[in-house]
């Protein structure tokens, strides 16, 4: 097992927690607040293969595990690492010292069910009740509010905090009179009643945003740039929004993947791009930005029949932004030459650690409130240092 | 029986009340649901293709041209492209459009529910091109023959369909040591077998392994789809077909059951055996009580259902009254929030409207949320108010409902249709609030958003 050196990972949570971080319990105000800091949490569903994003190229199993799948471009990041030839903006982010890369990940679901492993993803425990974002955000005074980019509120972000959805629409707004009656009727009904004064607030932040605004192409291309555009713009808007989460799906490649070209890279791309717009559009706000990008599980080492992966288990997380101390690799790496059930990439990491890790340093949550509420499955170290 | 149960009936298991319909059932709703059950309809309309002929037309107009495009010997490229883009788009068109003009218009509103239920179940999405032409035939096909026949048959039909082998990539899996594997070192793809475990059968905590997963993925092995490159006989083109040659040869052991025999028989035995086990019927009455009843439905209802799955050996017909007749199927309060297709299709039916543009339906189902046979994952559409009822999905349904009402105008006569169309579920102070509106088309929307028109 390889430990990155760059890294030191936190010797236990407990001596964190007399640390001067820990001094705030909940309810009092931190040395750094969530409020003045933006945190956008992109959700890759279908399972990403992180193998495919970062090319664990010096392995010497890796071209006759992967065969057909192998990639020979890419950027180097150096340990044996590239980061795949479509991802320019993320290889951008890298010479900018902007990007952390953890390979190895996994979160404490340990199947092969998107589903579940989205949930768990999500809700950072085995037991599904709500999203740990919403629990961390329950821990901050002020709160900054949340929104998910779409019609529904994600689980991550579900629970007792305000969240709210918000997309671009295609039809003019009703009147102030209509919704201000409809709130009346909703009287009885507190649900809906909650809901849709959530959805006027947020309605009023992105002012006349609407699709014809959004532009972006066709295929995955066009889905991912409209929703990293309305992050962005939310985000960038006078009382905007301080959390967003984005999903971006289909990642789920089971058949003719392809290497340097084909789906998985076009796919790739999009997501590329993607960020880049997110990036160009938080523009001033982008130094106090911090971007984790994370999928359930990853894929297979080995090609299938088809050309494709079928579901694994550890994967590749991404910690980007003008936030962020990056430039590096953390955590451990298995290596290729052992694979978990003689299939998968060992989890060698823990993706709640890395979770764990950003709202600490980022939102300047105590590791043992973090612990306590938002990955009680999970309590422990973390990393350290990821966020400047 | 009271006309509140048949107001429930008409939008908990219906597709939503026309006026007048209220009326002519009168207080008979249990009764007019009942009498639904084994009363399939089949969706009419132009240029429907079968599977089959989707398949031909994909590979005889769209490929071609696509290659066409790809070698760079087409004239007039950007026309090209559109043109592709509108052939896929044929295809899903006219099934969408057949079947939600049937749901309009449809006097048995359950069987529609209940077709829906099962194609969601079995959901096959349009993710790629082929995809795009196939989805919508598998409804047809597999779901419509054996929605009120037996569970299995049902199962057999939906995971042996040419859009679901495409769709979970059977029909590229290849057992490793079969001829085809050894040759062209081809192997598996568990795809499918992983998903008829876990979102068709026995359900994720069913009790399976993932030695069960590769079991079954090999049993599925050699079920693809008949194709002139793999020298299949001419009426095996574009067909469900069983090759041999890529089947991996010999028994399997699936759930502790040894499974052999003819190497043809090898997976609908074992499929059989899944719709057997008693983990399906607790799956599929969970799913049924959670998509007709409640969000969170009570143990009662779960164990009627399952009671009814099991002892009727999984004959739909049964376990279709089971859940109309359910411990809390009446239940006065409404616990579900409509799915945007539920809420559309209840909207134009509220308003008797004429029948629907394609591109103004497409366009209002895409804004709503849910275009037909486009569903995110092999989970089908989610089924709760958590999912369906963010407040961006409001907004989204105020917005349409606006728009509608300003469209009718002042025809819509909004205090007279809403105790037509919702009955005894009309509340006071939604007929209050309508009778206070400052114009017809304000009425119109508050009654279309109002919490007993967004709930069933």
Redesign the interface.
């Known amino acids: 097992m390889t430990r990155f050196p760059l890294h030191r990972r936190a010797l236990m949570t407990g001596a964190l927690a007399t640390g001067a971080l820990a001094l705030g319990g909940p309810g009092i105000a931190h040395a750094r607040t969530a409020s003045d800091r933006k945190l956008v949490v992109v959700i890759l569903?279908?399972a990403m293969d992180g193998l495919a994003a970062l090319i664990p190229a010096g392995e010497a199993r890796y071209r006759e595990l992967r065969r057909d799948l192998a990639i020979s471009g890419g950027f180097d990041v150096g340990q044996g690492f590239r980061l795949h030839p479509r991802l320019t903006n993320l290889y951008r982010a890298w010479g900018d010292n902007e990007l952390v890369l953890l390979p190895a990940t996994a979160t404490g679901y340990r199947?092969?069910?998107?589903?579940?492993g989205q949930d768990y993803l999500e809700a950072g425990t085995a037991v599904i009740r709500d999203g740990w974002l919403n629990r961390a955000l329950q821990l901050t005074r002020p709160n900054p509010s949340a929104v998910?980019i779409?019609?529904?509120?994600p689980?991550i972000l579900?629970g007792n905090a305000a969240a709210?959805?918000?997309?671009p629409?295609?039809?003019?707004?009703?009147?102030d009179?209509?919704?201000s009656?409809?709130i009346?009727?909703?009287?009885?009904?507190p649900?809906?009643a909650e809901?849709?004064a959530?959805?006027?607030e947020?309605?009023a932040i992105a002012g006349g945003m609407s699709m014809a605004g959004m532009g972006g192409g066709s295929g995955p291309g066009q889905a991912y740039v409209q929703t990293a555009r309305a992050a962005a713009n939310l985000l960038a808007a006078p009382d905007g929004p301080g959390l967003a989460v984005m999903s971006l799906?289909?990642w789920?490649t089971?058949?003719r993947q392809g290497s340097d070209e084909g789906q998985l890279a076009n796919r790739l791309g999009a997501l590329d791009e993607a960020l880049g717009i997110l990036r160009d559009g938080l523009a001033a706000h982008w130094p106090r930005t911090a971007v984790l990008m994370v999928t359930e599980f990853g894929r297979t080492v080995r090609a299938?029949?088809?050309g494709?992966t079928?579901?694994g288990t550890a994967g590749t997380a991404f910690l980007l932004g003008g936030a962020v101390r990056g430039g590096r690799l953390i955590g451990d790496w298995p290596g290729l030459g052992t694979l978990h059930?003689d299939r998968d990439l060992i989890p060698a990491n823990r993706t709640e650690d890395l979770f764990r890790t950003v709202l600490a340093e980022h939102w300047g949550l105590a590791r043992s409130d973090l612990d306590r509420h938002v990955f009680p499955d999970q309590p422990g170290a973390g990393f350290e240092g990821l966020i400047g | 029986m009271s006309r509140l149960d048949t107001a429930i009936a008409l939008t908990r298991f219906g597709v939503g009340a026309r006026p007048g319909e209220m009326d002519r059932i009168g207080s008979a709703g249990r009764d007019w649901l009942r009498e639904q059950i084994g009363q399939v309809e089949t969706p009419q309309g132009r240029d429907l293709r079968t599977s089959r002929e989707a398949i031909l037309y994909f590979r005889e107009e769209y490929q071609p041209r696509l290659a066409a495009l790809q070698d760079g010997t087409t004239e007039d490229p950007e026309r090209a492209r559109t043109e592709l883009g509108r052939l896929l788009r044929s295809g899903s068109a006219a099934a969408i459009l057949a079947r939600t003009q049937l749901a309009l218009t449809t006097e048995a509103g359950f069987v529609e529910r209940w077709v829906r239920f099962w194609s969601n179940h079995f959901s096959v999405s349009m993710t790629s091109p082929p995809m795009a032409l196939l989805a919508p035939t598998l409804e047809m096909e597999a779901i419509r023959p054996h929605a009120f026949g037996r569970f299995e048959d049902l199962l057999l039909a939906a995971e042996l369909h040419p859009a679901m082998l495409f769709y979970l990539d059977n029909a590229s899996s290849v057992g490793p040591t079969s001829r085809a594997g050894r040759r062209r070192g081809r192997g598996l793809n568990e795809n499918l077998a992983r998903e008829t475990l876990e979102l068709h059968t026995l359900g994720v905590d069913g009790g399976y392994s993932q030695d069960d997963i590769v079991a079954l993925a090999r049993l599925l092995t050699g079920w693809t789809i008949g194709n002139e490159r793999l020298r299949h006989r001419s009426n095996q083109i574009g067909r469900t077909v069983f090759d041999e040659r890529i089947h991996e040869p010999g028994a399997q052991t699936l759930l502790g059951e040894r499974i052999s025999g003819a190497a043809e028989d090898k997976a609908p035995t074992a499929l059989r055996q899944l719709a057997r086990h008693p983990s399906t019927a607790q799956f599929v009455a969970t799913k049924l009580a959670r998509h007709f009843i409640a969000d969170h439905p009570d143990a009662a209802d779960i164990a009627h259902i399952a009671q009814a799955f099991i002892d009727s050996d999984g004959d739909l017909a049964q376990v279709a009254n089971a859940v109309i007749t359910a411990p809390g199927a009446f239940q006065p309060d409404p616990q579900k929030f409509k799915t945007p297709e539920e809420y559309l299709v209840s909207t134009v039916r509220a308003l008797n409207l004429p029948r629907l543009q394609m591109r103004a339906l497409r366009a209002s189902l895409a804004a709503l949320g849910q275009v037909p046979f486009r569903a995110p994952s092999p989970a089908g559409w989610p089924d709760t108010e958590a999912e369906w009822g963010g407040p961006d999905a409001l907004m989204k349904r105020l917005d349409f409902a606006n728009e509608l009402a300003r469209r009718v105008g002042a025809s819509a006569r909004p205090r007279e249709r809403a105790p037509e169309i919702l009955g005894p579920r009309l509340e006071g102070a939604t007929a209050l609030a309508i009778a206070r509106s400052e114009s017809a088309e304000q009425g119109l929307t508050l009654l279309l958003m109002s919490p007993e028109f967004l709930r069933r």
Do not use: C, K
């Open positions: 569903r279908g199947e092969r069910s998107h589903f579940d998910g779409g019609q529904t509120v689980l579900r709210t959805s918000w997309s629409g295609v039809l003019p707004d009703p009147s009179d209509t919704i009656r409809l009346d009727l909703y009287a009885g009904d649900r809906l809901t849709l959530m959805a006027v947020t309605d799906d289909g789920d089971h058949v299938n029949g088809s494709g079928d579901h059930e």
